[in-house]
């Protein structure tokens, strides 16, 4: 059997509400699009009845290929494991469950990769999310823009399609704590952004909750930025010099007036705010000791439980 030119690999967390208009609108794809492709559908430990769907149309249709992980291990992983799956020759195509990323811009963004293009990523134009929500993804996006080592695309999320010889990259890359999209930037080569309208979520509730959401953004900020360090330093610094200059200030109030009075409320207030000082920063060079606690125990990223390929169960 040839390999197919595409893989498009697909994290589901949940995702019953939305599978079949999912499958329905691949189908159509797959069925209108020029080149072979793969569906890899991969189930990240759901409690309803996905990883069943995801069998059950494995077993009977050789383009999806069914990935059941043993738990919950979160969007980038479960990503990391449809990656690992590949066998594309030519581009893989990452997409969302959820049809919040429509799978027909896959035309386009393949057209760019034909004219030599590693990544072609989507920009979200639009984002039909709460006001409070969009503006959080925003102010993170812009932050992270000026603080990270790589330019990492603002409004870019994990939506592209890349060539095959990124995602080998990408595989090759052992890091615990991943941020696909930076990485990704890291790598370089050609990239691309195309601008789309970011749809609302087909059925049901985002699978993101908030602690998965800030977990993201943590090692987006941490693995791709020395900033909470640095500021860490800058802050010691500042307050060695500041500490000195009210020194001088009280010595030289001392000389020339004699007595100076002491405030008990102005000493309280200064431990207790470079109490707090000490304590973020430990906290933050903790966030980094955390990172090479994770990397050094060199852990597998993931556990597959089974794994269906050309209608064949594979341990
Ligand atoms: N997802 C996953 N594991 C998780 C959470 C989410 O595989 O722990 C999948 C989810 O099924 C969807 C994609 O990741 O296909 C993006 O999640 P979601 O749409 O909930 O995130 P949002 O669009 O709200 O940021
Ligand atoms: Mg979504």
């Known amino acids: 059997m040839s390999k197919p030119e595409v893989s498009i690999v697909i994290p589901l967390y949940n995702e019953e509400d939305v599978f079949t208009e999912l499958i329905e609108r691949l189908t159509k794809l797959i069925d209108s699009f020029h080149k072979k492709i793969e569906v890899i559908l991969v189930d990240d430990g759901s409690t309803d009845s996905t990883a069943l769907l995801i069998r059950e149309l494995a ?11 043993s738990r919950n291990f979160g969007h980038q992983i479960a990503l990391s494991a449809g990656l690992r799956q590949i066998s594309a020759t030519e581009a893989v195509f990452i997409i969302d469950a959820d049809l919040q990323d429509p799978p ?7 057209k760019l990769y034909e004219e030599g293009y590693d990544v072609v990523y989507a920009i979200r134009k639009n984002r039909k999310e709460g006001v409070l929500k969009k503006l959080a993804y925003a102010t993170f996006y812009r932050i992270m823009d000026k603080i990270s080592f790589v330019h990492i695309p603002l409004d870019a999320g994990d939506f592209s399609l890349i060539s095959a010889r990124m995602a080998k990259l990408l595989n090759e890359m052992p890091e615990e704590s991943r941020y696909l999209r930076g990485m990704r930037s890291w790598l370089g080569f050609k990239q691309i952004g195309v601008e789309y309208d970011r749809a609302k979520r087909i059925s049901g ?16 900020i941490f693995n791709f930025s020395e900033f909470p360090i ?3 330093t800058n802050l010691g610094l500042l307050t060695i010099l500041s500490s000195l200059g009210y020194l001088f200030y009280v010595l030289a109030k001392k000389l020339i007036y004699g007595n100076v009075p002491e405030g008990f409320t102005g000493l309280l207030f200064v431990l207790v705010l470079f109490g707090g000082i000490q304590m973020l920063s430990l906290g933050l060079i903790g966030e980094y000791v955390l990172r090479i606690f994770f990397q050094i125990k ?3 990223l993931f556990v597959i439980r089974e794994k269906i390929k050309n209608k064949k169960v594979e341990e």
Do not use: T
């Open 59 to 69: 077993l009977k249709d050789e383009r999806f290929q069914s990935i059941i992980l």
């Open 298 to 300: 060199q852990r597998p």
């Open 205 to 220: 509730e985002s699978k993101y909750s908030l602690k998965k959401l800030l977990q993201l953004a943590f090692n987006g």
């Open 230 to 232: 640095k500021l860490i």
């Open 104 to 110: 027909e811009l896959l035309q386009q963004f393949y």
